[in-house]
């Protein structure tokens, strides 16, 4: 079919659909009836559905906020089509409804399947989950979605309550072991304590202030010793020079003393007298005596020193207060080098008392500041936990008060399910109009096809080029004497039976379904 | 109306001799017989009674003082395109289908009646379909010897080839009682002076030859040369566009001089 114009394609189609009444009129019909008779057998379908909100924002989060957790239940709607459809649980659905009682597997699975088949889970958003069920009872219906939409919430406050359970009771556990844990801890620092009573805080400063302090004195004692040692040595020297000097001295000096004297004694005497007064003259004499005896003293010094000091030394030096002063001296300077060497050694042996206390003090005291650290630690998490233990149990007991209340603070209905009176899917009145419309558009849509691609030619702009160029007329077809008439009474009886038959489904249809409402 | 009253005085006058050989072939004979020894005029040729429109109707012609004014309208276009194609004078127009059953023999006569509608025109159908014989039923049932037979005897005159019919200056020739199985009839010389002679005779007269199908048959080739033109019937609705190109070929150019669609069911409203 090829015109040009759709004047003529309409023109066209018109004269094929006149030509082909009966065959139209006919699949109208048989459509039609079809339609009507597949809708009165088609089964009512009811649907009911129930509508679960879950983790709905209310007045319990800003009060325990940071106090206890609530079980996150998102997760729950994702796989609530999972939860739905597990067979236990639409076992259980079946069996809360009495529609499975006996012991029959067959029938349960067969059930079961059916259930499957007809409900269907639908994630609204913001945490809406829709159950939807569809039955051929109302009343069945309602009952079944219902159910469904109890055991779903009971399942997953069942499910938030296991979860909450036993993340108290693992906290619980944690909190028992850090207890142990704390407690050992501290019976170590105790046995530490009575072993190393000086492993007092600050103990070992003490310690080192102390050894800081003996290490000072013993440097004092060394110091004073060595300047003892000096002050020994130099009496020592000085002793035995004087000794020397004394024996010398003695001899020498007596001759010596004694001619000043004598010579003073002259002196004053020449201021009174002349030379010639004898005491002068006597005195003179001594003198020079005295001179001589020096002389000879001096003479045997210095031929023989050492002889002479040691014959002389003892009686001399002993006698020599000097020397006995030195003497003393030196013997002072002994017993103060013992005392103070005593000291030194006492002050020593104190020292390394110290410095093995302190040794032992240090590694008692870093033992002692670990476990204090390992208290301090384990304390911290204990008392965490102990917190923790506490928020749990509340989310523990949020949880379980949901369950025993059925209508949780994070999962409700939020749209109960309810009494279906109609039912829904397609209804007679959609069976008869697609049967009807599928009637029109049948014969329609075939006689199109059938134009479209038949090759013959039924319109003149359908004519090869060179043909239409030469057409003369189009003759129409010549009714003779009464096949007019027949011919328009055809047409008439055939749309008739089409309106006909439409009328009569159509009211047909209205008296099903005034009588089904 | 003039018309009318003009066919039924005719009708009237002519009833009574006519009245009892009717329905019977051995009238016809005998009829044909009479003509022939009379020498074969036109001018002074019988005329047979209008047909009723009853009669028009049994033998599919279209009643041109019926209602069918499209049909009508249609026929008349088309005779006026074949003169306006052929220019002056007379012609034989030969009328072939793409295919068996495209109505050539009903475009055939209605055309012959048509022509005949003019007063100033007659028209004389010849019919050629040894296999569909639709046009030598006019005269009657029974239309006895024809065109195959005076093709056969060269002593056959022509005047009793020429038959009434119930329409006012249309004459048809039939296709004669020879056996289809007679090979080449139409090979024959004397058709074609006969046509000559059929056009010439009268410069008023239009020849209409009914062929078979062009395309499946070998007569309707011969007659096509024969022919001044040829007129090819498109059956609606049954050829595609490859056999009216393959019937179009069969005429060759020059003579083809048209085309028409027949059969076109209009709308009954």
């Known amino acids: 079919m090829r015109p040009e114009s759709g004047h003529e394609t309409v023109r066209l189609f018109l004269k094929e659909m006149i030509r082909h009444k009966w065959a139209v009129a006919f699949t109208f019909v048989a459509l039609s009836v079809l339609g009507f008779g ?25 009060l325990l906020q940071g106090r206890a957790v609530r079980t996150a239940v998102t997760d729950l709607s994702r796989n609530a089509r999972e939860v739905i459809d597990n067979r236990s649980f639409l076992l259980a659905a079946l069996q809360d409804q009495g529609w499975v009682n006996g012991p029959d597997a067959g029938e349960a699975a067969r059930l079961v399947a059916h259930l499957r088949s007809r409900t269907h889970v639908t994630d609204k958003g913001n945490n809406l989950i829709r159950i939807d069920y569809s039955g051929d009872d ?60 000086n492993t007092q805080p600050g103990a070992s400063d003490d310690l080192v202030r102390r050894q800081a302090s003996l290490r000072t004195e013993i440097d004092n004692l060394e110091q ?39 010579t003073r004694q002259l002196e004053t005497l020449r201021l009174s007298y002349h030379e010639t007064y004898p005491d002068i003259v006597q005195l003179k004499q001594q003198i020079a005596d005295l001179k001589d005896s020096l002389k000879q003293e001096q003479e045997r010094a210095r031929a023989n020193p050492k002889a002479a000091e040691a014959a002389d030394i003892d009686a001399t030096t002993r006698s020599n207060p000097v020397y006995q002063k030195l003497q003393q001296a030196l013997y002072n300077v002994h017993t103060n080098i013992k005392t103070l060497e005593a000291r030194l050694e006492f002050n020593k042996d104190k020292l390394a008392d110290l410095k093995k206390q302190s040794h032992d003090s240090q590694s008692a ?33 949020l949880d379980s008060q949901q369950q025993s209340e059925q209508q949780g603070l994070s999962i409700r209905v939020q749209e109960p399910a309810y009494l279906p009176h109609t039912p829904d899917g397609p209804n007679l009145l959609h069976f008869v109009l697609a049967g009807s419309g599928l009637g029109l558009a049948v014969p329609f849509g075939v006689l199109l096809l059938f134009l479209n691609l038949d090759p013959r030619i039924r319109e003149a702009s359908q004519l090869p080029p060179e043909a239409r160029s030469l057409l003369l007329a189009s003759l129409p077809h010549t009714y003779f004497g009464h096949q007019r008439q027949g011919e328009r009474a055809a047409l008439t009886v055939s749309l008739l039976l089409m309106l006909a038959c439409a009328v009569s489904v159509g009211v047909l249809t209205w008296i099903h379904m005034s009588g089904a409402a | 109306m003039i018309m009318s009253k003009i066919e039924d005085a005719l009708r009237k006058a002519s009833a009574d001799p006519l009245q009892p050989d009717r329905g019977r072939g051995g009238a016809q004979y005998g009829y044909a017989r009479a003509l022939r020894n009379r020498g074969g005029d036109n001018a002074r040729m019988e005329i047979a009674p209008p ?131 007679h090979g080449e009839v139409f090979t024959n010389p004397r058709l074609k002076t006969l046509l000559d002679h059929l056009k010439r005779r009268y410069s008023d007269r239009y020849v209409i ?61």
Request: proline content about 5%.
């Open chain 1, 138 to 197: 109302p009343q069945k219906t309602y009952e079944m979605t219902r159910e469904l939409g109890h055991l779903l919430i009971q399942k997953m406050l069942q499910s938030k309550e296991r979860e909450s359970g036993a993340a108290f009771n693992f906290i619980d556990t944690q909190v028992k072991k850090y207890e142990d844990e704390l407690h050992k801890t501290q019976m170590k620092m105790e046995a530490l304590q009575d072993a190393h009573p």
């Open chain 2, 209 to 269: 030859v009914d062929t078979p199908p062009i395309a499946e048959n070998a007569d309707a080739r011969i007659l096509a040369q024969l022919c001044d033109y040829v007129l090819i019937v498109v059956p609606y609705g049954r050829v595609s566009e490859s056999r009216v190109l393959a019937a179009m070929e069969a005429v060759g150019e020059g003579r083809l001089c048209g085309v028409v669609l027949n059969d076109d069911p209009a709308l009954p409203l």
């Open chain 1, 365 to 397: 005291q870093s033992d002692m500041e670990r476990l204090r650290r390992d208290y301090q630690v384990n304390q911290d998490i204990y008392e965490d936990l102990l917190r923790r233990r506490e928020n749990a149990r509340v989310s523990k007991n």
């Open chain 1, 38 to 62: 597949l809708g009165i057998v088609w089964p009512d379908r009811y649907t009911s559905s129930v509508t679960i909100d879950v983790e709905q924002k209310n007045i319990i989060d800003p």
């Open chain 2, 51 to 181: 047909w009723t429109p009853a009669e028009l109707e049994k033998r599919g012609i279209i009643d041109f003082n019926g209602r069918d004014r499209a049909g009508i309208n249609a026929f008349r276009q088309l005779r006026t395109s074949l003169l306006r194609s052929a220019g002056s004078g007379n012609f034989t127009l030969a009328v072939t289908g793409v295919t068996s059953g495209s109505g050539t023999s009903f475009v055939a006569r209605n055309l012959g009646v048509t022509f005949a509608l003019d007063p100033t025109k007659t028209a004389i159908v010849v019919d050629c379909d040894r296999r569909n014989r639709s046009i030598s039923q006019l005269p009657g049932p029974d239309p006895g010897p024809g065109l195959t037979e005076y093709l056969s005897d060269e002593e056959w005159p022509v005047e009793t080839l020429i038959k009434p019919t119930g329409v006012p200056r249309m004459r048809v020739i039939t296709v004669g009682g020879d056996a289809e199985g």
């Open chain 1, 224 to 262: 004073q010793i060595r300047e003892a040692r000096i002050q020994e040595a130099s009496l020592q020297s000085q002793l035995s020079g004087e000794a020397e000097v004394g024996a010398v001295m003695t001899r020498a000096q007596r001759y010596q003393s004694r001619i000043a004297d004598l």
